[in-house]
């Protein structure tokens, strides 16, 4: 059983590890496949820019725990306005907790305590910890000192961005998560045209998805030219 807070993701293809585009970070894959094991790493901190991968990672790590016959929660903290600190209270009973972008409670009391009595309470259940953050733990700007301590306990691992190359598998695997083909051509082409971030990629998948299945038309360098110019035709619209 995987816990999402506060809902359960809002993916039609939610992310998985074997779903992940490596790029330079087989190191992060290793461990987080280890850490699912007995004797595995039980505190793993992931550190790296937006677009990383870090949601993946930890969404991904949840489906692998999962998998595995063990319970897991997943706790977004940049939605941490529709969230409450007291929702992290009991989730040590689970197997596997995952904490993403703890950079977006850094400053705030009564996250900051409820992480660190969070992060106590998992150590002597034995849960494992998964945290992700926009840098490692010693560049947070944390108020509460042993909190930072403590998330420096375990291994921490630094995510290297997609390259074009990255990217490129990255927008073939989203089509294929969605039973879309996406030829290499088709790919550049529009890796030349729109934006880098693999979260607008993701988005910009969607709409072609949808459109695709209206029209019944296969991602050709046209179709896909033309959408993207109805895509930036709209956002000029509503600018």
């Keep these: 059983m995987t816990l999402q807070l506060p809902l359960a993701l809002r993916l039609r293809c939610p992310p998985r590890l074997d779903d992940f585009i490596v790029g330079q970070n087989q190191v992060v894959l290793t461990a987080l496949s280890r850490a699912l094991q007995v004797g595995g790493e039980p505190l793993i901190f992931l550190a790296g820019p937006a677009g990383s991968g870090r949601t993946h990672l930890l969404s991904g790590q949840c489906a692998a725990g999962e998998a595995l016959g063990l319970s897991s929660a997943y706790l977004p903290l940049r939605e941490h306005r529709t969230l409450a600190p007291a929702m992290l209270q009991g989730l040590e009973?689970?197997?596997?907790?995952?904490?993403?972008?703890?950079?977006?409670?850094?400053?705030?009391?009564?996250?900051?305590?409820?992480?660190?009595?969070l992060f106590n309470n998992c150590r002597e259940a034995g849960t494992r910890l998964l945290f992700s953050a926009d840098q490692g733990p010693a560049g947070l700007p944390l108020q509460l000192?042993?909190?930072?301590t403590r998330l420096a306990w375990g291994l921490t691992l630094s995510l290297q961005p997609l390259d074009d190359e990255g990217r490129r598998q990255l927008l073939q695997s989203l089509a294929r998560r969605r039973a879309l083909s996406l030829p290499d051509d088709v790919a550049r082409y529009m890796l030349d045209r729109t934006p880098?971030?693999?979260?607008?990629?993701?988005?910009i998948i969607d709409q072609l998805d949808r459109a695709s299945m209206a029209h019944q038309r296969p991602l050709?360098?046209?179709?896909?030219?033309?959408?993207?110019g109805l895509m930036a035709d709209h956002v000029a619209g509503n600018g």
């Design 93 to 117: 009973t689970m197997d596997l907790v995952t904490v993403d972008d703890v950079n977006a409670v850094a400053g705030q009391d009564d996250w900051e305590h409820a992480l660190f009595t």
């Design 145 to 148: 000192p042993d909190l930072r």
């Design 196 to 203: 880098r971030h693999p979260r607008e990629l993701v988005a």
């Design 220 to 228: 050709t360098v046209p179709f896909v030219r033309d959408q993207l």
